[in-house]
């Protein structure tokens, strides 16, 4: 049985991962099987030490602790401590009595609101789905405790008021924490509607409120998957083909079963795997350990190879991902063409956390351990791995080391290997850690595609872009997993997001797409299409301004009256980057780019020094970004200095390649990324606005990259159009 | 096989392979699970503990060759510059998924062990063999300023 037949999808009503087009979301529910003792526990009169649970997503004791349960994975985006705001918001609590626990993976209790009834992480929507579900459990709770004072106090609950967890009657100049209500408030029922603040009156939402787990991650307490520890645990690494879609002819253990300290060694779908008392012993075992290939049906092209089949590709009659009048016709008709084509490369997500998962299985239950992205999706495989109901697989989520986007993959193929690991161990009970090395993660697929785009626009004889057109070969995320059911006349919206939306006004638009397939797997990887289509967009429309005669940020600022907010951040972005100032000397330069992604609007300005040598260093990137209510704007700035150093590294030298089938790429060595030297001074601005929040995680990667490479271009006159610039000979 | 060494000030003796990266060695062996787990080829600064006072890649630096040496992990941290670095990491609320942040703490705890004003540049040469994906670089940058003025005041 595939993960397919299990989750069947169903028409949605909330868009999973993108706002574009109609979308359906898939739909499935499976909560967790309490253990019959905790059902009891929490049945049982109120007592003290009991604490006062008004809804899932809040507990709070008698010690005044307020403990904020967190239905989406803390992995560096700030979760846990958005998520605690919006609840201690509305419920007045003392934010240094706040704490954040994970949630269990139950999707009748933590779904994502964006995904239908599925419990996960991603699209940048953890706060935009959870924002009134969350208001609302802060502002119950917080009716509830004055409900319970009202009583004990025999005052009218108009009359009591809330301030950092003390519960106040000015009348009679009585005061109550909340740990004191808690008994009081068991008893009582709680309201099915609340009256929300008025944000004037936010005390919490936009100020710097610091993050709940940050302490913990100065002083190496802070617990990752990696640190799981417990008796008798055992620790597995597994030997993948070398090739994707090779699969196990025959394996020799008689030489890793020799190592010291390996236990057993064991073949599971994905490989074979040498199970250990401890990680050296398990690489040991794994090194000396023998596998005979099938690589009958495995993928033995090369990205070169792919490359030239989608430049190919590219010219052929593609499917429709956007049609307004006649590109065709304008363009050939146009006083002036302009015309390029962008070549994007594999990228891996490389978080410093390589995959990790810890598993205790045994006949009638799964217990799983992991940085946890996809809770409901892993339950669902990781129970078909087992051949278990989904009910007895149980998830502690724990902060992930990084993810990216890899965390959450329709076929959990981390948590599946470390179940079928379990499984053929014995399943037993012994607890497996599937822990992978930094080489198993860059050669383990799962990569950002590979793209290649070709733009062509028409301009008219008076500089007026009045075509445009866009084509995109390459491989789509969603075909074969379960969101298959959300690609639409064979347009996976993940292919295009970035591009069919394309905010500029032009009269003539059509944007193409010609679905590939190979056997390299492929998955959403930070901004997912925004991370290649905005960087096509953003440079071809900087080209296009170019032979118009015009100024980048002039160019685009004229196509966006009818797009206030994006509008706004461009212009925002290029008055604090002093766009109009001087021309930067000889050398320098500065680019210009903006981006709408999961309903953010974000526009950079990069500035360069390129060396005579080529050499490209990134000065100093000026943010501007509109996400709605600023829940945490210093948590805002923070994912865009992390976005842009994340999309920067990718720009200038990420690339997963492909030489007959071998990933060419290793480690931090070959697989290059952002360090502490190439870093530009970025200057975050965060638009006001009190419109519902939207996602940050993601949005302030997709500008970068073309912000940078308009910013060569304005330095030295050469375009970017091989991703990465490395490749370009610019770094 | 026993190695005996100096763990974070106290006497330890570890019953392991002497081969075994001191990274794992301390990891399961002492239990001690601050300092993590990135590339294993010394390429990412994610193990960074001090050897002697130096920082050392310990995924790369096999058991037998800290006999008789002094090691020190996030756990063991006490001197000024470390307190100050972890004191600055939180002003500037600098970690993100904090994976890679006990490396962090342990480079710029040495950096600034030796020299109490770096420049941008020293801070280039002494964290730029510390990656971090989530790209925290410009806070790492200005904590290690701050503490540098916190070390001196």
Same mark, same amino acid.
């Not at chain 1, 004791?61 to 705001?85: F, L, P, S």
């Not at chain 1, 939306?501 to 009269?507: K, L, Q, V």
């Not at chain 1, 940020?553 to 972005?573: C, G, I, N, S, T």
């Not at chain 2, 002497?18 to 600064?45: D, N, Q």
């Given at each position: 049985?595939? %993960?397919?037949?299990?989750?069947?999808?169903?028409?949605? *009503?909330?868009?999973?991962?993108?706002?574009?087009?109609?979308?359906?979301?898939?739909?499935?529910?499976? +909560?967790?099987?309490?253990?019959?003792?905790?059902?009891?526990?929490?049945?049982?009169?109120?007592?003290?030490?009991?604490?006062?649970?008004?809804?899932?997503?809040?507990?709070?004791? /008698?010690?005044?602790?307020?403990?904020?349960?967190?239905?989406?994975?803390?992995?560096? #985006?700030?979760?846990?401590?958005?998520? /605690?705001?919006?609840?201690?918001?509305?419920?007045?609590?003392?934010?240094?009595?706040?704490?954040?626990?994970?949630?269990?993976?139950?999707?009748?209790?933590?779904?994502?609101?964006?995904?239908?009834?599925?419990?996960?992480?991603?699209?940048?929507?953890?706060?935009?789905?959870?924002?009134?579900?969350?208001?609302?459990?802060?502002?119950?709770?917080?009716? =509830?405790?004055?409900?319970?004072?009202?009583?004990?106090?025999?005052?009218?609950?108009?009359?009591?008021?809330?301030?950092?967890?003390?519960?106040?009657?000015?009348?009679?100049?009585?005061?109550? @924490?909340? +740990?004191?209500?808690? *008994?009081?408030?068991?008893?009582?029922?709680?309201?099915?509607?609340?009256?929300?603040?008025?944000?004037?009156?936010?005390?919490?939402?936009?100020?710097?409120?610091?993050?709940?787990?940050?302490?913990?991650?100065?002083?190496?307490?802070?617990?990752?998957?990696?640190?799981?520890?417990?008796?008798?645990?055992?620790?597995?690494?597994?030997?993948?083909?070398?090739?994707?879609?090779?699969?196990?002819?025959?394996?020799?253990?008689?030489?890793?079963?020799?190592?010291?300290?390996?236990?057993?060694?064991?073949? &599971?779908?994905?490989?074979?795997?040498?199970?250990?008392?401890?990680?050296?012993?398990?690489? #040991? +075992?794994?090194? /000396?350990?023998?596998?005979?290939?099938?690589?009958?049906?495995?993928?033995?092209?090369?990205?070169?190879?792919?490359?030239?089949?989608?430049? *190919?590709? %590219?010219? #052929?009659?593609?499917?429709?991902?956007?049609?307004?009048?006649?590109?065709?016709?304008?363009?050939?008709?146009?006083?002036?063409?302009?015309?390029?084509?962008?070549?994007?490369?594999?990228?891996?997500?490389?978080?410093?956390?390589?995959?990790?998962? &810890?598993?205790?299985?045994?006949?009638?239950?799964?217990?799983?351990? %992991?940085?946890?992205?996809?809770?409901?999706?892993?339950?669902?495989?990781?129970?078909?791995?087992?051949?278990?109901?989904?009910?007895?697989?149980?998830?502690?989520?724990?902060?992930?080391?990084?993810?990216?986007?890899?965390?959450?993959?329709?076929?959990?193929?981390?948590?599946?290997?470390?179940?079928?690991?379990?499984?053929?161990?014995?399943?037993?009970? @012994?607890?497996?850690?599937?822990?992978?090395?930094?080489?198993?993660?860059?050669?383990?697929?799962?990569?950002?595609?590979?793209?290649?785009?070709?733009?062509?626009?028409?301009?008219?004889?008076?500089?007026?872009?009045?075509?445009?057109?866009?084509?995109?070969?390459?491989?789509?995320?969603?075909?074969?997993?379960?969101?298959?059911?959300?690609?639409?006349?064979?347009?996976?919206?993940?292919?295009?997001?970035?591009?069919?939306?394309?905010?500029?006004?032009?009269?003539?638009?059509?944007?193409?797409?010609?679905?590939?397939?190979?056997?390299?797997?492929?998955?959403?990887?930070?901004?997912?299409?925004?991370?290649?289509?905005?960087?096509?967009?953003?440079?071809?429309?900087?080209?296009?301004?170019?032979?118009?005669?015009?100024?980048?940020?002039?160019?685009?600022?004229?196509?966006?009256?009818?797009?206030?907010?994006?509008?706004?951040?461009?212009?925002?972005?290029?008055?604090?980057?002093?766009?109009?100032?001087?021309?930067?000397?000889?050398?320098?330069?500065?680019?210009?780019?903006?981006?709408?992604?999961?309903?953010?609007?974000?526009?950079?300005?990069?500035?360069?020094?390129? +060396?005579?040598?080529?050499?490209?260093?990134?000065?100093? =990137?000026?943010?501007?970004?509109?996400?709605?209510?600023?829940?945490?704007?210093?948590?805002?700035?923070?994912?865009?200095?992390?976005?842009?150093?994340?999309?920067?590294?990718?720009?200038?030298?990420?690339?997963?390649?492909?030489?007959?089938?071998?990933?060419?790429?290793?480690?931090?060595?070959?697989?290059?990324?952002? *360090?502490?030297?190439?870093?530009?001074?970025?200057?975050?601005?965060?638009?006001?606005?009190?419109?519902?929040?939207?996602?940050?995680?993601?949005?302030?990667?997709?500008?970068?990259?073309?912000? =940078?490479?308009?910013?060569?271009?304005?330095?030295?006159?050469?375009?970017?159009?091989?991703?990465?610039?490395?490749?370009?000979?610019?770094? | 096989?026993?190695?005996?060494?100096?763990?974070?000030?106290?006497?330890?003796?570890?019953?392991?392979?002497?081969?075994?990266?001191?990274?794992?060695?301390?990891?399961?062996?002492?239990?001690?699970?601050?300092?993590?787990?990135?590339?294993?080829?010394?390429?990412?600064?994610?193990?960074?503990?001090?050897?002697?006072?130096?920082?050392?890649?310990?995924?790369?630096?096999?058991?037998?060759?800290?006999?008789?040496?002094?090691?020190?992990?996030?756990?063991?941290?006490?001197?000024?510059?470390?307190?100050?670095?972890?004191?600055?990491?939180?002003?500037?609320?600098?970690?993100?998924?904090?994976?890679?942040?006990?490396?962090?703490?342990?480079?710029?705890?040495?950096?600034?062990?030796?020299?109490?004003?770096?420049?941008?540049?020293?801070?280039?040469?002494?964290?730029?063999?510390?990656?971090?994906?989530?790209?925290?670089?410009?806070?790492?940058?200005?904590?290690?300023?701050?503490?540098?003025?916190?070390?001196?005041?």
């Amino acid at each position: 049985m595939s %993960a397919q037949t299990l989750i069947p999808p169903e028409p949605a *009503r909330r868009a999973f991962l993108k706002s574009a087009g109609t979308v359906t979301a898939v739909a499935l529910t499976i +909560g967790f099987d309490w253990a019959s003792s905790t059902r009891e526990a929490l049945a049982a009169a109120p007592a003290a030490g009991v604490p006062f649970v008004p809804n899932a997503f809040l507990r709070i004791g /008698a010690d005044n602790t307020v403990t904020v349960i967190a239905k989406h994975v803390e992995m560096g #985006q700030g979760a846990y401590t958005g998520i /605690a705001t919006v609840v201690a918001e509305e419920l007045d609590a003392d934010w240094a009595q706040v704490r954040v626990e994970s949630a269990p993976a139950d999707a009748t209790r933590y779904a994502n609101l964006a995904f239908g009834k599925l419990q996960g992480t991603g699209g940048s929507s953890a706060m935009a789905n959870s924002w009134t579900q969350l208001r609302e459990a802060g502002g119950k709770a917080r009716a =509830v405790l004055v409900a319970a004072a009202s009583k004990e106090w025999h005052v009218p609950a108009s009359e009591v008021t809330v301030d950092r967890s003390v519960v106040f009657h000015a009348g009679s100049k009585r005061q109550a @924490t909340f +740990g004191s209500l808690v *008994r009081t408030a068991q008893g009582l029922p709680v309201p099915d509607t609340v009256q929300l603040k008025d944000p004037k009156d936010f005390k919490l939402i936009g100020r710097q409120a610091p993050r709940v787990d940050v302490a913990a991650k100065c002083d190496g307490t802070a617990q990752f998957t990696l640190d799981v520890e417990m008796p008798g645990m055992l620790v597995a690494l597994l030997k993948r083909p070398p090739r994707f879609g090779g699969t196990v002819k025959s394996f020799d253990a008689a030489s890793a079963s020799a190592i010291p300290g390996v236990v057993k060694v064991v073949q &599971v779908p994905a490989g074979v795997a040498v199970v250990a008392k401890g990680f050296w012993a398990a690489k #040991q +075992g794994r090194e /000396a350990l023998k596998v005979e290939w099938d690589e009958s049906n495995a993928e033995k092209r090369s990205s070169a190879t792919l490359m030239d089949e989608y430049r *190919r590709l %590219a010219e #052929q009659p593609a499917l429709p991902a956007r049609k307004e009048g006649d590109a065709a016709a304008a363009i050939r008709n146009a006083a002036h063409k302009v015309s390029a084509s962008f070549e994007f490369p594999y990228l891996a997500h490389a978080p410093m956390e390589p995959l990790d998962a &810890v598993v205790k299985l045994s006949a009638d239950g799964c217990e799983i351990w %992991a940085g946890d992205q996809f809770q409901t999706v892993d339950q669902g495989n990781a129970a078909h791995a087992a051949g278990l109901d989904p009910k007895r697989v149980s998830i502690h989520t724990l902060y992930a080391g990084g993810s990216f986007g890899r965390r959450a993959n329709p076929g959990s193929d981390y948590i599946v290997e470390a179940v079928s690991i379990a499984k053929a161990f014995g399943a037993d009970g @012994t607890p497996i850690k599937l822990q992978w090395t930094r080489e198993d993660d860059i050669h383990g697929g799962l990569y950002r595609p590979m793209y290649f785009h070709k733009l062509e626009a028409a301009l008219s004889a008076d500089g007026k872009l009045t075509g445009w057109r866009h084509v995109i070969v390459g491989q789509s995320i969603m075909a074969g997993s379960f969101f298959s059911a959300m690609i639409k006349d064979g347009v996976d919206p993940t292919s295009v997001e970035g591009a069919a939306n394309i905010a500029y006004a032009i009269p003539n638009v059509s944007v193409e797409l010609s679905t590939t397939k190979t056997g390299v797997p492929v998955l959403w990887w930070r901004v997912v299409g925004s991370s290649h289509t905005t960087f096509a967009v953003e440079t071809f429309v900087d080209e296009v301004a170019h032979a118009a005669g015009e100024d980048g940020f002039a160019f685009r600022r004229k196509l966006l009256d009818h797009h206030p907010r994006m509008k706004a951040v461009l212009e925002l972005a290029a008055e604090k980057a002093g766009w109009t100032d001087a021309p930067l000397p000889a050398g320098k330069g500065r680019g210009i780019a903006v981006a709408e992604a999961f309903k953010t609007y974000v526009a950079q300005v990069a500035e360069v020094t390129v +060396g005579e040598d080529g050499h490209v260093k990134v000065d100093r =990137v000026v943010c501007a970004v509109d996400c709605g209510t600023p829940i945490n704007p210093d948590n805002i700035a923070a994912q865009m200095e992390g976005g842009i150093g994340f999309g920067l590294g990718a720009a200038l030298y990420g690339a997963i390649t492909l030489k007959d089938g071998r990933i060419e790429q290793d480690n931090f060595n070959n697989y290059r990324v952002l *360090r502490m030297n190439e870093m530009p001074r970025v200057e975050v601005h965060i638009m006001p606005s009190s419109e519902p929040p939207t996602g940050v995680g993601e949005p302030g990667v997709a500008p970068v990259g073309p912000a =940078v490479a308009n910013a060569i271009f304005a330095a030295t006159g050469r375009r970017m159009h091989v991703f990465p610039f490395s490749k370009n000979g610019a770094v | 096989m026993s190695t005996s060494f100096v763990l974070n000030g106290k006497p330890a003796t570890l019953d392991a392979d002497p081969t075994m990266p001191l990274l794992w060695a301390v990891r399961e062996v002492a239990g001690l699970h601050g300092t993590k787990f990135g590339c294993g080829m010394a390429l990412c600064g994610a193990c960074t503990v001090h050897l002697d006072g130096q920082p050392i890649r310990s995924c790369v630096m096999p058991l037998s060759a800290v006999a008789g040496r002094e090691v020190t992990t996030i756990e063991g941290l006490s001197s000024k510059q470390a307190k100050a670095v972890q004191a600055a990491w939180i002003e500037h609320q600098v970690p993100q998924c904090g994976y890679c942040q006990s490396g962090q703490v342990m480079s710029a705890t040495a950096l600034l062990e030796k020299n109490s004003s770096p420049t941008d540049a020293d801070i280039d040469s002494a964290m730029s063999g510390n990656i971090c994906r989530c790209a925290t670089y410009s806070r790492i940058r200005t904590a290690i300023h701050t503490a540098a003025q916190s070390v001196k005041a």
